[in-house]
């Protein structure tokens, strides 16, 4: 920041959210550190590649498209004058580069529930509390990838573990070997003694990235990405965050007791708390963020189940039809394909979705209704482990859009449910300059 922009206490920050469908920039100006959303913009994604337990993309995909993102921000005249740029991506998404930050394997995505074995061994050496439980921790999809890649060439080592964030990161700076503690955690790192245990060093190869603080500096924006597309050449990359923290940053807790939820594809809860909580028995974790824990998990169950029986037109066709003050008692627990993460930690949970009424008014109401109850579960689960007691309810995701979802939460959650006051992902991502 320039002793000016000090001066005037005015910064201009770039925030870009790397979701599952897409990405998205904001542009925030802060004067006096109140934030401003100047610009926004967004290109899609091709979905990843799914198959049973296994979910995968082409890391190049997400350059492609930021790229055209950044094609998109020249046509904002204030470009130029951008101080800081700061990435959030899906968390648990990896891949495995070379010394040169060369991808060598595609990116095992988020919900990817392949690395059953390699979970059984982390659960064999790993304490309880730690994020790095379950076949979709970040830890179990590395010593997955390392096995293949050994079964294939085994003389071959990769030199680095790159989370999307990562990856993004070493796009726009060029450095590489470098992660926030956010993205870290699912790897295995204790971010309470804030340092990498013995024990994860025991289950993989591949040398760990050092570790940062959410919001540190990195590096400047390459200069050939500054002059291609109108960057101001000092433009500073800072570490970010996954896309859960982001929309929690977004929404606008700031107190304890105080949660926010995103009804995305998937259902992820963060509670702002004063003490972390780990139970990888229900796939709870906590991030830290300054002197305070944000507490929650993610659930495999979401908005995706909707679409993968009704089309958007179809939905909206189908929800005026509802009635909401007789429950369908059909007790669902609605899921894609095999696989839980929170509140219940199972790989191998089945999808509860029948019986199937023939009246398709019912059967997406009786998707609804699961998807509540299993909220509900997960701030069961979290008050039952010592969390706060929850005072405030915000909510994200493209689930705010669907009223039968959002009045039925109003109704079964024992606390007050509000919209986000921001909804978008890059704008909170920003926030991490000021705090």
């Known amino acids: 920041m320039s002793t000016l922009k000090s001066q005037q206490n005015c910064l201009k920050v770039l925030g870009i959210d790397v979701g599952t469908s897409g990405i998205r920039a904001a542009i925030v100006e802060f004067n006096q550190k109140k934030p401003c959303l100047k610009y926004s913009v967004q290109v899609d994604l091709p979905l990843p590649q799914r198959n049973g337990l296994c979910s995968q993309q082409s890391p190049l995909l997400w350059t492609d498209a930021l790229k055209t993102l950044f094609h998109k921000l020249t046509q904002h005249p204030e470009i130029h004058q951008i101080d800081q740029c700061i990435v959030d991506a899906t968390s648990s998404t990896v891949l495995l580069c070379d010394a040169n930050g060369t991808p060598i394997t595609d990116a095992i995505m988020y919900d990817d ?10 659960q064999q050496v790993a304490p309880k509390n730690t994020g790095a439980h379950g076949a979709s921790s970040t830890l179990s999809k590395v010593m997955w990838l390392e096995s293949r890649l050994e079964d294939a060439n085994p003389t071959h080592s990769p030199a680095h573990i790159c989370h999307q964030v990562d990856f993004i990161n070493h796009f726009l700076t060029g450095k590489i070997g470098i992660t926030d503690e956010n993205n870290a955690l699912k790897l295995g790192y204790d971010s309470q003694n804030q340092l990498w245990p013995q024990w994860v060093q025991t289950l993989i190869k591949t040398p760990l990235p050092k570790v940062v603080a959410p919001g540190t500096e990195i590096g400047q ?26 929309a929690f940053l977004a929404a606008g807790a700031t107190h304890v007791g105080e949660a926010v939820v995103s009804l995305g594809s998937t259902l992820a809860i963060k509670v702002l ?16 963020l300054k002197s305070k824990w944000l507490v929650g998990g993610a659930s495999n169950s979401g908005g995706a189940v909707l679409l993968n029986y009704f089309t958007v037109p179809q939905l909206e066709t189908l929800l005026p039809q509802m009635d909401i003050s007789h429950s369908t008692r059909l007790n669902y627990y609605p899921l894609t394909k095999p696989g839980e993460r929170f509140p219940i930690a199972n790989a191998n949970l089945q999808p509860r979705l029948s019986p199937r009424p023939k009246n398709d008014v019912i059967f997406c109401q009786a998707i609804i209704e699961g998807l509540v109850k299993i909220e509900a579960l997960c701030f069961e689960r979290l008050s039952e482990l010592g969390a706060p007691s929850i005072q405030q309810i915000y909510t994200c995701g493209g689930g705010v859009k669907n009223p039968v979802w959002m009045q039925l939460r109003q109704i079964h959650l024992n606390a007050p449910v509000t919209l986000a006051k921001q909804p978008d992902a890059a704008f909170g991502v920003a926030q991490l300059a000021v705090l």
């Open 113 to 122: 529930q392949r690395a059953i074995i390699e979970s059984e061994r982390v």
């Open 221 to 246: 924006i390459l200069p050939g990405l500054a002059k291609i597309y109108g960057f101001n050449p000092n433009l500073k990359v800072l570490s970010g965050t996954t896309d859960s923290i982001a």
């Open 273 to 288: 708390s004063d003490h972390a909580i780990f139970a990888g028995e229900y796939g709870i974790y906590s991030h830290k």
